[in-house]
């Protein structure tokens, strides 16, 4: 009897050496973990910008001077961008304002219901932030699967957040590179969980 619960007791002691091994681990590679990023293909149909930083606009407009023939669906709170954009004389023949957003998932769910509107094959640039890109990869993952539209993750470069590889290797000790990776993990935690 004794000699069971020695080797119980050990198999408990390894598991939780395991576990904590693997906890650190993960937790060490989540800010790698949580980018996604494609290079940018020779071509676009579509360039779909997620609200909320002015930096997004700033990169997809750089974008779409790269791809004449592309449109460019912008979800825009309030109009704040696309006002600006107007305002800048920007040509906005080719951009669709999407207004309607309060969240991600709603963001998703309308540039779903753009693109059931073609069914050509498309390529879609997917234009945010580098720690959201995983969650939106996830939200695409539910909807109903479409064979002729290709995703492209195109998050803004690192650099144009002030942010280095060496800070997301170690995003536990940079203020705001850790900041944006603990508030994705929420969010991500909540829409597994609640959606």
Same mark, same amino acid.
């Given at each position: 009897?004794?000699?069971?619960? %020695? @080797?119980? =007791?050990?198999? *408990? ?15 060490? !590679? ?5 980018? *996604? ?7 676009? +149909? *579509?360039?779909? @910008?997620?609200?909320?930083? !002015?930096?997004?606009? #700033?990169?997809? %407009? ?6 004449? +023939? ?7 709170? %309030? ?7 107007? %305002?800048? =004389? $920007? +040509?906005? #023949?080719?951009? *669709?304002?999407? +207004?309607?957003?309060? !969240? @991600?998932?709603?963001?998703? !769910? ?20 580098? $720690? ?28 144009? $957040? =002030? ?33």
């Amino acid at each position: 009897m004794k000699n069971h619960k %020695k @080797t119980f =007791n050990l198999f *408990i002691v390894i598991l939780l050496i395991l576990v904590s091994v693997f906890l650190v681990i993960s937790f060490r !590679n989540v800010g790698r973990w949580l980018i *996604i990023s494609d290079a940018v293909p020779p071509h676009l +149909d *579509i360039v779909f @910008t997620f609200a909320g930083e !002015n930096v997004r606009v #700033s990169y997809s %407009k750089e974008l779409m001077s790269r791809f004449d +023939d592309a449109r460019w669906i912008l979800s825009d709170y %309030k109009d704040g961008h696309s006002r600006l954009l107007r %305002k800048g =004389n $920007y +040509d906005m #023949s080719r951009v *669709i304002v999407i +207004d309607s957003c309060k !969240n @991600t998932y709603s963001e998703v !769910n309308a540039l779903m219901d753009q693109l059931r509107l073609c069914d050509k094959e498309l390529y879609v640039g997917l234009v945010s932030g580098p $720690y959201h890109m995983r969650r939106i990869k996830m939200m695409l993952s539910r909807q109903e699967r479409r064979p002729n539209v290709h995703f492209v993750f195109l998050p803004v470069p690192l650099e144009r $957040y =002030n942010w280095t590889d060496s800070m997301i290797r170690r995003w536990w000790k940079s203020g705001s590179v850790s900041s944006a990776v603990f508030s994705e993990i929420q969010k991500i935690v909540y829409f597994v969980l609640f959606s």
